[in-house]
């Protein structure tokens, strides 16, 4: 089994940043494709970015292109999502998880953190 645990969420100003971290454990995942999902309140859960397991390849919702970064540490067993120029359109609990290939589908991923919490206020 693995386990999946995200931190670095919180309360931003619209135009602001945060660095959402993924920590990994029980299991190594350098192998596999990392990604960050969001749900918001009331809406289904959807993609945001994904990154191979060498970091060679990444992919970005369009809404986030140009302002958000995935990045993997894979000696760390962490993933990180760099959040800029944050809008309040980005409110939502974001989750990290594993999956087998560069999918925008939620049910490519196998294991999911628990989420933490973003809210950007206007």
């Known amino acids: 089994q693995g386990l999946l645990e995200e931190s670095g969420g919180g309360l931003v100003q619209a135009g602001g940043s945060l660095r959402l971290s993924c920590a990994a454990s029980?299991?190594?995942?350098?192998?596999?494709?990392m990604g960050w999902f969001r749900q918001a309140p009331g809406k289904e859960r959807e993609f945001v970015a994904a990154?191979?397991?060498?970091?060679?390849?990444?992919s970005y919702q369009d809404s986030v292109k140009g302002r958000f970064t995935i990045s993997r540490d894979n000696a760390k067993n962490m993933a990180y999502l760099q959040m800029n120029s944050l809008n309040p359109e980005d409110t939502a609990v974001y989750y990290c998880?594993?999956?087998?290939?560069?999918?925008?589908?939620?049910?490519?991923?196998?294991?999911w953190g628990q989420g933490t919490q973003v809210t950007v206020s206007s």
């Open positions: 998880a594993v999956g087998l290939g560069l999918s925008t589908n939620v049910r490519s991923y196998n294991y």
């Open positions: 029980g299991r190594t995942f350098s192998t596999y494709v």
């Open positions: 990154i191979t397991w060498s970091g060679g390849r990444s």
